[in-house]
């Protein structure tokens, strides 16, 4: 079946500009996560819903990120007046219920650039 | 902060079996040791996860010592396809918030 989709592949900006990113999970998936991968580094949490609610969002760097989950299916991750140490792959996941046993399937991720 | 010790790096022989070994000295009681890989430029891949019982999936062992504070990944036979980054993550059962380290490059090499 379909893994998680995540649009675009690839996004250039320039600083101080908005950037969406937009996250497909798994149908039925009612658990989504983001997180945050600088080069050689392992990713970072960002934010995690359950349903359209974030139920942790202890990992957003700052007020320019935000993320919604309005329908508690596709989400998109807002990141206000980019600047420069935005740059970074953004990777989605989701699970199917965020409970026992849960277990995270990842999109390929979005590599943003910001000049 | 990651809770687990990774080497940075290991090389293995095409074939041969890859044993990538963790130390989660902190472990508590309720805490699971999950197994992701990443390939270069794509998302991270569940291979494995185990409480303190062996595990074993059609992609890898898991061996947990008895005090669960060390564990060691098998890939029994190695293909140059497991060259990755692999990554072991101490968390609840509800694994909500992923804590990634720096993980261990593994080469398989022919």
């Known amino acids: 079946g379909a893994g998680v989709s995540q649009t675009p592949s690839n996004k250039v900006t320039e600083k101080g500009k908005y950037v969406e990113l937009r996250c497909d999970p798994i149908?039925?998936?009612?658990?989504l996560y983001w997180y945050r991968q600088s080069l050689g580094q392992g990713p970072e949490f960002l934010i995690y819903?359950?349903?359209?609610?974030?139920?942790?969002d202890s990992g957003l760097p700052n007020d320019r990120f935000f993320a919604v989950r309005p329908e508690g299916s596709v989400s998109t991750l807002k990141i206000q007046r980019t600047e420069r140490g935005d740059s970074a792959v953004y990777l989605c996941?989701?699970?199917?219920?965020?409970?026992?046993?849960?277990?995270?399937?990842f999109g390929a991720g979005t590599r943003l650039s910001v000049l | 902060d990651a809770k687990t010790t990774q080497p940075t790096s290991m090389d293995c022989a095409e074939g041969r079996a890859a044993n990538l070994p963790c130390n989660h000295s902190?472990?508590?009681?309720?805490?699971?040791v999950y197994w992701y890989r990443q390939i270069h430029s794509q998302g991270p891949q569940y291979i494995i996860h185990?409480?303190?019982n062996n595990e074993t999936n059609e992609m890898a062992s898991l061996i947990i010592t008895e005090d669960r504070k060390s564990s060691t990944l098998i890939l029994p036979h190695a293909t140059l396809r497991d060259t990755a980054v692999y990554y072991c993550?101490?968390?609840?059962?509800?694994?909500?918030?992923?804590?990634f380290g720096a993980g261990t490059i593994l080469r398989v090499k022919s």
């Open positions: 149908s039925g998936h009612t658990a």
């Open positions: 185990g409480l303190k």
């Open positions: 993550i101490v968390t609840t059962e509800y694994g909500n918030k992923l804590v």
């Open positions: 902190t472990i508590s009681g309720n805490e699971y």
């Open positions: 996941a989701s699970s199917l219920n965020g409970g026992t046993g849960n277990i995270q399937y």
């Open positions: 819903f359950q349903g359209t609610g974030a139920a942790d």
